[in-house]
């Protein structure tokens, strides 16, 4: 391993951990219960992504956000991942710029898999995914502007 790869990490903060579930409304209860997490019952359907997305959030401190992601018809991304049982898919990180993540990352070596496009689970703030060297799939959700 060089020495870039054990020292660079994403620009921004760490927001949650997404884990492919075949249905939500099936797999919520069960997670909340493992994670001691709360679920507030929104389910998101983003059509940019085809995807159907909620979120649980611990009742610990410091504990990270889980994302559950259900394919949102066979024509999603992760459709073929959730009929073979789902599982962990991706860490996201909010950056403050999304384009020199994007650009930093390429420089690293990884593959920019969906460019940016508005995500409906974060207002329309923009998401992009990146598959790294080492077979880490990253989404980066672009820091809410202050007004």
């Not at 259900?70 to 991706?90: I, K, M, N, T, Y």
């Not at 995914?129 to 202050?146: A, F, K, M, P, V």
């Amino acid at each position: 391993m060089d020495a870039i790869s054990l020292t660079w990490h994403p620009e921004g903060f760490f927001h949650h951990i997404g884990y492919v579930v075949a249905s939500i409304a099936d797999s919520v209860q069960g997670f909340g219960n493992m994670l001691q997490a709360d679920w507030d019952e929104q389910v998101y359907h983003d059509p940019n992504q085809g995807v159907r997305v909620t979120f649980l959030k611990s009742r610990r401190a410091g504990d990270p956000v889980w994302e559950l992601v259900e394919p949102a018809g066979e024509r999603s991304p992760v459709q073929a991942f959730a009929a073979q049982g789902g599982g962990l898919h991706h860490v996201c990180y909010v950056v403050d710029n999304l384009e020199r993540a994007l650009a930093e990352a390429r420089g690293l070596g990884a593959i920019v898999t969906r460019p940016p496009l508005p995500a409906v689970a974060f207002g329309g703030r923009r998401i992009a995914w990146i598959y790294t060297r080492r077979r880490l799939l990253i989404e980066y959700l672009e820091r809410e502007l202050d007004l």
